[in-house]
């Protein structure tokens, strides 16, 4: 880890935060696309809301552009190699400390100062960092889904033990907590949870022997990064919001119903014990649902296109998981529990890289995490060293059989 001095001493160098009563927000991957929009609603909102730190991997220019606009108090690139090009880069503020390293993540979310973390990172590396911030007792706007494909169990019970809220920011599952505000104890009957289907719902088996990683990349209705676009057409994004499901509400996966819904207006719904349904309807906008996490429970206006019922229909079918895998592979890590949807984690992560360097066809990636769950050492009880474990030894097991 670099930094210029220590993280946790930082909480008295930022006065004056807590007088202006603006919620002082850690952005874990400012640079993606999560992150970018979460900037837009702070400069939206600068009465309220203040960005106290920003972080990112790799993309040291826009974290010193980012810098540079919302005057954090700290940086981090995770990236150590890029720690010297990010301090020049920032020379001109001396105010702002900048930080690197994976351990930097870790202490930055600790910081005194800081209210609320916006978990934007991709992939299990927001795991620790998260960890982090709950024993911090932070609030966390939960967009990082593989901390609770990983670690639900775990993550579920730190967040009691240490009273720290975990706010939805995914679209389907902060429309799912929006439709049960308000609703108590009314048991839940069915989570509906929706979804577009990606570029390829209508294409053949055969056709999908032939996609490439461009054509994947050309979602239909969401603007989102690489590694989650692939995984949206691959349905393994919809397994993965399945398991985020099941640890948010407490409903099993068998009361979680995937609806394949193209136009992405009806962003996910709660069936009651009375056959009421309740959903949650707009645009393709992932600021509203980023903006309500950092605003509950009030609603603030947000910028931005209004829905129009009157211009297209709304449909839905059922996903096809012969053709699509890995939302097979995504149920059956449920049902088996324990450190199985770490080992699906992994492997995805790995083909999904593989598949958009075009190491491995769209059909391969489903056939690996496949044998890598049949591989990789199981473990009914998992602890955070077992799941650490588990992540490098699904990875080893996924690149072999590239």
Same mark, same amino acid.
């Given at each position: 880890?670099?930094?210029?001095?220590?993280?946790?001493?930082?909480?008295?160098?930022?006065?004056?935060?807590?007088?202006?009563?603006?919620?002082?927000?850690?952005?874990?991957?400012?640079?993606?696309?999560?992150?970018? @929009?979460?900037?837009?609603?702070?400069?939206?909102?600068?009465?309220?809301?203040?960005?106290?730190?920003?972080?990112?991997?790799?993309?040291?220019? %826009?974290?010193?552009?980012?810098?540079?606009?919302?005057?954090?108090?700290?940086?981090?690139?995770?990236?150590?190699?890029?720690?010297?090009?990010?301090?020049?880069?920032?020379?001109?503020?001396?105010?702002?400390? $900048?930080?690197?390293?994976?351990?930097?993540?870790?202490?930055?979310?600790?910081?005194?100062?800081?209210?609320?973390?916006?978990?934007?990172?991709?992939?299990?590396?927001?795991?620790?960092?998260?960890?982090?911030?709950?024993?911090?007792?932070?609030?966390?706007?939960?967009?990082?889904?593989?901390?609770?494909?990983?670690?639900?169990?775990?993550?579920?019970?730190?967040?009691?033990?240490?009273?720290?809220?975990?706010?939805?920011?995914?679209?389907?599952?902060?429309?799912?907590?929006?439709?049960?505000?308000?609703?108590?104890?009314?048991?839940?009957?069915?989570?509906?949870?929706?979804?577009?289907?990606?570029?390829?719902?209508?294409?053949?088996?055969?056709?999908?022997?032939?996609?490439?990683?461009?054509?994947?990349?050309?979602?239909?209705?969401?603007? %989102?990064?690489?590694?989650?676009?692939?995984?949206?057409?691959?349905? %393994?994004?919809?397994?993965?919001?399945?398991?985020?499901?099941?640890?948010?509400?407490?409903?099993?996966?068998?009361?979680?119903? $995937?609806?394949?819904?193209?136009?992405?207006?009806?962003?996910?719904?709660? @069936?009651?014990?009375?056959?009421?349904?309740?959903?949650?309807?707009?645009?393709?906008?992932?600021?509203?649902?980023?903006?309500?996490?950092?605003?509950?429970?009030?609603?603030?206006?947000?910028?931005?296109?209004?829905?129009?019922?009157?211009?297209?229909?709304?449909?839905?079918?059922?996903?096809? $998981?012969?053709?699509?895998?890995?939302?097979? %592979?995504?149920?059956?890590?449920?049902?088996?529990?324990?450190?199985?949807?770490?080992?699906?984690?992994?492997?995805?992560?790995?083909?999904?890289?593989?598949?958009?360097?075009?190491?491995?066809?769209?059909?391969?990636?489903?056939?690996?995490?496949?044998?890598?769950?049949?591989?990789?050492?199981?473990?009914?009880?998992?602890?955070?060293?077992?799941?650490?474990?588990?992540?490098?030894?699904?990875?080893?097991?996924?690149?072999?059989?590239?």
């Amino acid at each position: 880890m670099k930094t210029t001095n220590n993280i946790n001493s930082m909480s008295s160098s930022v006065s004056g935060a807590k007088a202006v009563r603006r919620r002082q927000i850690c952005i874990l991957g400012s640079t993606g696309s999560i992150g970018t @929009q979460g900037l837009d609603v702070i400069s939206q909102h600068p009465d309220l809301y203040e960005a106290y730190a920003l972080t990112a991997n790799n993309h040291w220019e %826009m974290l010193a552009e980012q810098a540079h606009k919302f005057h954090p108090a700290a940086v981090v690139i995770a990236n150590e190699a890029h720690y010297d090009e990010l301090r020049e880069a920032l020379a001109d503020m001396p105010d702002v400390k $900048v930080y690197a390293g994976s351990r930097a993540l870790d202490e930055i979310v600790e910081a005194g100062p800081i209210d609320m973390v916006l978990t934007a990172m991709v992939g299990f590396a927001g795991l620790s960092p998260t960890i982090h911030a709950i024993k911090a007792h932070k609030t966390i706007c939960l967009a990082n889904k593989e901390t609770l494909v990983v670690a639900g169990e775990l993550i579920c019970r730190l967040a009691l033990e240490n009273h720290a809220p975990i706010l939805p920011v995914d679209s389907e599952h902060s429309a799912i907590f929006q439709s049960l505000v308000g609703e108590d104890d009314n048991e839940i009957e069915k989570i509906l949870l929706t979804c577009s289907g990606g570029p390829f719902r209508t294409f053949t088996h055969e056709q999908l022997r032939h996609v490439t990683a461009a054509d994947a990349l050309k979602h239909p209705t969401w603007e %989102m990064g690489a590694k989650i676009t692939i995984d949206s057409a691959s349905l %393994m994004n919809k397994g993965f919001e399945v398991m985020e499901a099941k640890w948010l509400f407490g409903v099993p996966a068998e009361k979680i119903q $995937v609806l394949i819904h193209p136009q992405s207006i009806l962003h996910s719904a709660v @069936q009651f014990a009375d056959g009421a349904v309740k959903g949650q309807l707009g645009v393709p906008d992932m600021r509203l649902p980023i903006q309500y996490a950092f605003s509950f429970p009030k609603r603030l206006h947000l910028n931005g296109d209004r829905l129009d019922l009157f211009k297209q229909p709304l449909e839905f079918f059922e996903p096809d $998981v012969d053709k699509f895998k890995c939302l097979a %592979m995504a149920y059956e890590a449920i049902r088996r529990g324990g450190n199985m949807p770490c080992i699906v984690n992994a492997a995805n992560e790995i083909v999904n890289a593989a598949f958009r360097q075009g190491k491995c066809s769209f059909l391969d990636m489903g056939d690996i995490i496949e044998k890598t769950m049949q591989r990789a050492t199981f473990d009914a009880n998992p602890d955070y060293d077992v799941y650490v474990s588990t992540d490098a030894e699904a990875r080893a097991i996924a690149r072999e059989l590239l």
